[in-house]
């Protein structure tokens, strides 16, 4: 199946004016209300957590993608700093077997136990990004809706913008922001930042 070369440009043009009317206002976080409930989350892990809390809060703060945390495939690994991991199982990427470094907000001891426990819940299934999504979306989404730390037209996306902008302010980043979310994001291009810019952090040195 494939789109005709009309058909393809209709849907680009589409993207691109709702990427126009997504930026065209800012969403402002309470960074630490956001990294204090997440932590605590996590923190807590249990066999009685929610799958919708562990998969919210695991992603905002690695900053990866509902599928690259639910759907089976992926891997973190241990680096030397203890606040960071080797991801594997990077989606939308050429070569998607290529591991690469991602600081996380919490430690990688916290991170890698909530999402064992996250696993287990789910029977540790092993499914295609296209069935997770299918599973999990509207799940994710209902949940997200009752989190007062997040401001109202929050998405699912909203995480990753999130993780994006917190690791900005709150790491010692050697290059601005289009650069550092091609290391941390997986992104070709730095044009493909401006997905994350409509996010402002409240309560952080800008």
Do not use: W
């Amino acid at each position: 199946f494939r789109l005709d070369d009309a058909t393809n440009r209709l849907m680009k043009k589409m993207q691109a004016e709702k990427l126009c009317v997504k930026n065209s206002s800012v969403l402002r976080v309470k960074a630490a209300d956001v990294l204090e409930t997440a932590r605590r989350m996590l923190e807590a892990a249990s066999p009685g957590s929610t799958i919708p809390d562990l998969a919210l809060s695991l992603m905002l703060v690695s900053g990866r993608r509902t599928s690259e945390i639910m759907a089976g495939a992926s891997k973190f690994e241990p680096m030397e700093d203890p606040n960071a991991a080797v991801f594997h199982g990077q989606l939308k990427k050429p070569n998607e077997e290529a591991p690469f470094p991602i600081p996380l907000l919490v430690s990688l001891a916290t991170f890698r136990k909530a999402y064992d426990v996250l696993r287990a819940k789910q029977m540790h299934a092993i499914i295609t990004p296209e069935a997770c999504n299918s599973k999990y979306a509207s799940l994710l989404k209902r949940r997200l809706k009752q989190l007062s730390v997040l401001p109202e037209g929050a998405t699912v996306h909203t995480t990753r913008a999130f993780y994006a902008n917190a690791v900005y302010h709150y790491y010692d980043c050697p290059c601005n922001f289009s650069m550092l979310c091609c290391k941390i994001m997986g992104h070709v291009s730095q044009t493909e930042s401006i997905h994350y810019s409509h996010v402002r952090l409240e309560g952080v040195d800008h």
